[in-house]
């Protein structure tokens, strides 16, 4: 099966907003910056999305008013109904076509009633009604409060927001309960009688311990089992034993290993979902449970770092929370304690690297025009660029690694390929310089861009130019995260 999350908002893609708004920026192989949702799809389907799975409405409406320039609907009136909508189904049937899925999943953002998701539920009523009702099924995700007062749960809601649904001419066929508990039998079967739908397609997904026993739960509730059955297809054997193991493992309560993620977006930790996530694949593979630590890099002198096996600086744009970073790179370096820079963070690892060594004024140009030492510096393909848009070096590339580094013995292999989504990279000016001062270049793109890091004499000092959050998977977590959990179980406190 596919997945294509469907983002109502105007923006064209998720490049553009501040991780406050909708969380992090998760990065796709081809290069597009999508909605965080996408992240979970890729991870708990174990497959690679194309970005054409992250449908917005600014995508739709430039598609359409780049066809109507073109005059490719000569002589008609442009509308919402059958041109946007028309342009909604071809995209839904292009990505479907193009991924041979037995099953396409589509899920609509947002809250029913809401006025800009009102074209794409047109869309999909049509398509209902193009592609036949054993093609089609909806599925009506809702929220059962429990009043704690009264000691009950309220079905209410749900039924309200079907009824809105239905406005639309989408007629749900399973209901899925979000609750805090789990609720009964008799209160499923008060919603099915109300929300007209079958007594066994109300299902309840209550708060689970763990993101990845929901599976499991839906599992149980027989999900599967249902969609395969109304959507007239073959029963299929289950196995999630596999699954199962993973669970019990990320349930694993023994030996904690703490990191600090020195970080500005910290009080939103969905603005760092790949990486809390890489950190709990990675704790699961070695059989320890790990304690994340945010730490705003505005106040870190606040926060006790000495108590912390060790540091992760993730990626980042503009000054705030820069100085902070900085520090904690001093401390990893003077103290021994392990630090995974990514992307930002390993631009931060070079400049306070440099500034220790005799380099006083040493920064990144982002941050500072004018420093007599840019370390980090815009790259060259950048500098003509006007638009912010979809426009910084995102997406895969390949990697060199050099062998007898930790780099290398974390991968175990020379040639990898990782996501970007920068715009300043490591100015080779500086390269012979700190590379005499201890600085290892463990990874290289093309033998000009510097895309790893690390130090000759620190236990664990890696940084890297990529984002390799954005392929761990809780099946198959990534090395370098267990490379650097091991590094942080060594230096337990
Ligand atoms: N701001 C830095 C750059 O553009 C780092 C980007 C990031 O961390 N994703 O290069």
Known sequence: MTAIKIDPYLNWDSGTLNPYQHGEVFVTDDGMETDLDLGHYERFLD???????????????????????KGKYLGSCVQIIPHITNEIKSMIREIANKSH????????????????????????????????????????????????????????PTQHSTKELRSTGIIPDMIICRSELPIDTPLKNKIAHFCDVEKNAVINAPDAKSIYEVPLVLEREKVGEYVLERLQMPPKKQDLHDWNLIVDSLMTEEPVVSVGIVGK?????????????????????????????????????????????????????????????????????????????????????????????GLDDAHSTEFDKNTSNPVIDMMEEQKKIKKMGGTMRLGSYPCQLKENTKAYQAYKKKNIEERHRHRFEFNNDYLELLKGKGLIISGMYDDFLVEMIELKDHPWFIGCQFHPEFKSRPNNAHPLFVSFLEAAYENKK
Request: aromatic share 8%.
């Open 101 to 156: 899925a037995e099953v396409v999943l589509v899920e609509v953002g947002g809250t029913v009633g809401d006025i800009e998701s009102q074209p794409f539920l047109e869309a999909l009523r049509q398509l209902r009604n193009e592609e036949g009702h054993d093609n089609v099924m909806f599925v009506h995700v809702t929220y059962v409060p429990y009043l704690k007062a009264a000691g009950e749960f309220k079905t209410k």
């Open 265 to 357: 977006y910290v009080e939103l930790e969905d603005a760092y979902i790949s990486i809390r996530e890489s950190l709990k694949h990675a704790a699961a593979q070695i059989g320890v449970k790990v304690d994340i630590e945010w730490l705003s890099a505005e106040d870190i002198k606040t926060h006790k770092i000495e108590d912390l096996d060790s540091l992760l600086i993730p990626g980042g744009f503009g000054e705030r929370g820069i100085s902070g970073k900085l520090d904690a790179v001093r401390y990893s370096i003077e103290n021994n304690v392990p630090l995974f820079g990514i992307c930002l963070g390993m631009q931060c690892m070079v400049i306070e690297f440099a500034r220790m060594n």
């Open 47 to 69: 497959v690679n999305l194309s970005g054409e799975c992250n449908l917005t409405t600014g995508k739709v409406y430039s598609s359409v008013i780049e066809k109507e320039r």
